[in-house]
């Protein structure tokens, strides 16, 4: 069974940093593309950041740019979120995905594969 589960959420302070964690289970993801996507409250799912397969291609949202960066480990089937300089704005339930190609997709349709989603809440 094919499972995504997430982790490294919480709450954090304006300004402040927290870095989520996506561990893979049931099949190796490393020649897909990985990516996270988070849905705030009453606001419908948007994209984030993701990563080809080797990790050397990365796409974020503008809204992230400089922020946030995003990384794999082959080795231990895990994609992570670095996120820094936080923003009320970035509240949110954050989700990790499985592409189906090799290379970043901003598009929801191109993923197969979902985690549960991780809650992250900023306080101004």
């Known amino acids: 069974q094919v499972q995504l589960v997430e982790s490294g959420g919480g709450l954090v302070q304006a300004g402040g940093s927290l870095r989520l964690s996506c561990a893979a289970s049931?099949?190796?993801?490393?020649?897909?593309?990985l990516g996270w996507f988070r849905r705030a409250p009453g606001k419908e799912r948007e994209f984030v950041a993701a990563?080809?397969?080797?990790?050397?291609?990365?796409s974020y949202a503008d809204s992230v740019k400089g922020r946030f960066a995003i990384s794999r480990d082959n080795a231990k089937n895990t994609v992570y979120l670095q996120m820094n300089s936080l923003k009320p704005e970035d509240t949110a339930v954050y989700y990790c995905?499985?592409?189906?190609?090799?290379?970043?997709?901003?598009?929801?349709?191109?993923?197969?594969?979902w985690g549960q989603g991780t809650q992250v809440t900023v306080s101004s």
């Open positions: 995905a499985a592409a189906t190609t090799n290379l970043p997709s901003r598009y929801p349709r191109e993923y197969d594969y």
């Open positions: 049931g099949r190796t993801f490393s020649n897909t593309g």
């Open positions: 990563i080809s397969w080797g990790g050397r291609i990365t």
